[in-house]
């Protein structure tokens, strides 16, 4: 493998991954402050992360903006349960099952979409995405049960399993060889799950791969020019990014053995775009603050109502208290969207580059405080 | 070489069967931890002053408006448990264990949640409760689907799931569960009342076409409004499927005036069912004779909230309802007294059947003597009360359903006020919608979950 300077050294990959697996693995602890360490929270911000990173590595690298990438999270969900009904409720075989049959899913996409770039690229993806999502609710329903979408029952064939032990009276639960994955363990499963993955997409944008990925990004005319065939490289990068949401997908059924079409759905693909743009498109940290930040917001800030809020303004003499709750009710409960875009416009206006590119700012300002606000335009990484 | 492969197919069976050997090694302590649940159960709250109720409604999406008044129902059954406000539906319920003074001592507070009317939204939320607010039930509804998906989550989790509007016969049906309970009526329920309304009012040689909302609570309705019609000596046309939230419905009508149909019935609820038969009003289908006969317009599962929605289109159109504020029994008029006092307008028939559940748990609790799932379970199970607003009531053990009275409504003609929308047409007897709980299959499951 060809080594040049600019591609850093084992050891400073170790302590990434050393620094990125103790803030994973020690979220419920930093997370209780802000109310978010309960279980089902934490694995959304490990999945949901699982998801923005393999996203970002089709879009933050290529440049391929994939509006359509719920449906692969949605086909690895429905993988993932079919997996619990059919053979075992042990969650390995459901991770690779939807993790393959989404990258099968993403090579079929791929193959058609990656024939155009740019907008048409997105739109493409786009419809493809919301003809899944109306198949999952129309002639597919057999396979997707629609609406009320697809769950365990009491007499599914689940072979593997009744060849060892005998069907229990209630419905049984996902396991890890007999480690319930719900509640915690099933948090530290994800968690798991996510510093591999965050390890992939550290590798890939490290690698020769990756800077070929980013050419691509930077110009792709030129890179056809001079004689290098774009194409397999783009799919193999869309077929990552697709098995990475399949990933994603078949976690969120392993947590919660349910999976409906509304994954699929264009506001899930959306979804994404924002958590990584939110983040900082293109590097390496910023989707996963992204998928948190959303996540958060939507858990956490749409059960806040008027009482919760004047719990938090209570420090306030009693008529600037009412002022100020009224004034902020409309952000919070409901209307937690109006936040999150009001907050997106921000970034995007004042920090194209997302959070990182903020954090970067701030750390310069803290470094060197007197050349402060006259920086030299944003070198962005990637 | 030989070697080599030898050491490989070794050591992968070696790896298979120790990986089976280490899944029944750590599988055998849940056999013997299962029996040490009724010590503990989740979220006990018996060292805490307070007990924490989870309402989840749907706060956005189609059935928006009904989850909004679900939630003010929820909030003045809260009132009243605890001993606030003027007691409601406590002074007229019978039997009642409940002291007025929260529940076995213990102040109710509650924590609320948008469920989108999505399922996996709803769960999330849903575990947002559990896991970290610590409910001891959850509440809420408007969507069979939605419904169905929490229900089986309260079993998984062994937290109760006191439904809210749900109407398909699923959610008692082929998808009942012990920590799942309904007071709301069902589709097979709406099915016998209307009927001989139907007979008397349409005749017996009438061709029905159907749309449907495509999930759970479309598909039953469907079916048990198709038997009843069918067993009227009706013939369907059509059955078609629309998805939820579709919003325009202008290409589901146009086939309707060309197929031969001299009934329309709408299995649509919330914003889908307002638009639909405003649309279905405005193609002028009303207006029609199809076989010399008038084209007539029928919604099986009907709402106030939906009628003020579609206004003066609801005008003659029949159908059937839980409940309605216009009845004149005690329990009915000192619900809606209070309710009035603190909205300043009448409830829906979500509003009640949730203010129901909310109050019929919290009663529960008090039999039972614990909040303990499957002794609140066994307390709520073939428990009668009356004085709730529909009669003597049953809650059916054998699938969770509560047996009462249906009525069949018509839209008025001549509303005295914005929300005199409705007029009741019959009240049927709870005899009369009464059915065996083996015609929809299903099991509830066990008592005690891990």
Known sequence: MPTTPSFPKLQSELAIMAVFAAAVLTMPLWMAPFGAAYPDLLQKFAIYGIFAIGFNLLFGLTGYLSFGHAAFLGVGSYAAVWSFKLFTMNVLPAVVFGTLVASLFAVLIGFVALRRAGIYFSILTLALAQMSYNMAYSVLTPITNGETGLQLTQNDPRMIDHMFVD????LPSTNLFGLEMSGYPGFYFCAVVLIIAFFISLRIFRSPFGLKLRAIKSNQTRMGYTGFNTRPHLLFAFIISGGFAGLAGSLLAITDPLAGAER??????????????????????????????IKYFENIFSAFNDSTLHEIFAFLPD????????????????????????LFMVIVIFLPGGIMEGLRRLSRLVRRPSAGRADQPQTQEG | MSDDRNKLTVSRRGLMKGSVVAGA?????????????AATFRNDPTNSPTVTFGFNVPQTGAYADEGADELRAYKLAVKHINGEGDGGMLNTMKPLALEGNGVLGKKVEFVTGDTQTKSDAARASAKRMIEKDGVIMFSGGSSSGVAIAQQSLAQEMGVVFMCGLTHSNDTTGKDKRRYGFRHFFNAYMSGAALGPVLKDEYGTERRAYHLT???????????????????????????????????????????????????????????????????AVQFGLRDKMVNGKQFEIIVPLYSRLMAQGAGENVKGILGSTNW????????????????GAEYGFPPSQAAHTCYVQTILYANACQMAGSFAPPQTIRALEDFEFDGMGNGPTLYRGADHQCFKKVLVVRGNENPTSQ?????????VPAEAVTYDPAIFGGELGPYEVS
């Open chain 1, 264 to 293: 699929m759905q264009w506001t899930a693909s959306g979804e994404v775009v924002l958590m990584t743009i939110l983040g900082g498109a293109g590097t390496l940290v910023g989707p996963l603050l992204g998928a948190g930040l």
């Open chain 1, 319 to 342: 008529g600037l208290e009412s002022v100020v709750v009224f004034l902020v009710s409309p952000f919070v409960g409901e209307g937690w969207h109006l936040t999150l875009g009001a």
């Open chain 2, 419 to 427: 929300f005199d929308l409705l007029e009741v047409v019959k009240e």
């Open chain 2, 213 to 279: 909302a495509d999930y759970t609570w479309g598909w039953t309705q469907e079916e048990s409004i198709k038997n009843t019609t069918e067993a009227l000596g009706w013939e369907t046309v059509a059955a078609v499927r629309t998805p939820l939230g579709a919003g325009d419905f202008s290409q589901y009508i146009t086939p309707v005036l060309n197929s031969g149909a001299d009934v329309l019935i709408l299995n649509h609820y919330g914003k889908d069912m307002v638009n639909s038969l405003t649309q």
């Open chain 2, 324 to 339: 309605h504020w216009s009845l004149q029994d005690e329990g009915s008029m000192a619900f809606v007294k209070s309710f």
């Open chain 1, 167 to 170: 069907r229990g009276a209630g």
């Open chain 2, 25 to 37: 090694a750590l599988a055998t302590p849940t056999f013997f931890t299962k029996g040490a649940y």
